[in-house]
């Protein structure tokens, strides 16, 4: 099994930066597939992005494609989220997860791990 401990939440004025890390505990980290999502106050739970555990397939929600991007160091058994030219509607608590099935069980939100969260808050 994994922990996940999300961080580098934040306030950010509209169209700056952040980047959330996802810190997993274990030696078997490179088996998961990590993916983040986010849930903003009275709304669903969604996905943004996703990572293979080798890394070299990602995908993105429509809504943060060319903005977004999400990457992974599993020597140091950690993945990001880089987050660029941030809206208003981007605020909300940010939480990753980790699962060893594929893509496709991580975007539907059907991860064995999750973190905590870590809070992204846009002002304008």
């Known amino acids: 099994q994994v922990q996940l401990v999300e961080s580098g939440g934040g306030l950010v004025q509209a169209g700056g930066s952040l980047r959330l890390s996802c810190a997993g505990s274990?030696?078997?980290?490179?088996?998961?597939?990590i993916g983040w999502f986010r849930q903003a106050p009275g709304k669903e739970r969604e996905f943004v992005a996703a990572?293979?555990?080798?890394?070299?397939?990602?995908n993105y929600a429509d809504s943060v494609k060319g903005r977004f991007t999400i990457s992974r160091d599993n020597a140091e058994n950690t993945a990001y989220l880089q987050m660029n030219n941030l809206k208003l509607e981007d605020t909300a608590n940010y939480y990753c997860?980790?699962?060893?099935?594929?893509?496709?069980?991580?975007?539907?939100?059907?991860?064995?791990?999750w973190g905590k969260g870590t809070l992204v808050t846009v002002s304008s």
């Open positions: 990572i293979l555990w080798s890394g070299t397939i990602t």
């Open positions: 997860a980790a699962d060893t099935e594929g893509l496709r069980t991580v975007k539907a939100g059907r991860s064995d791990y």
């Open positions: 274990g030696r078997t980290f490179s088996s998961y597939t």
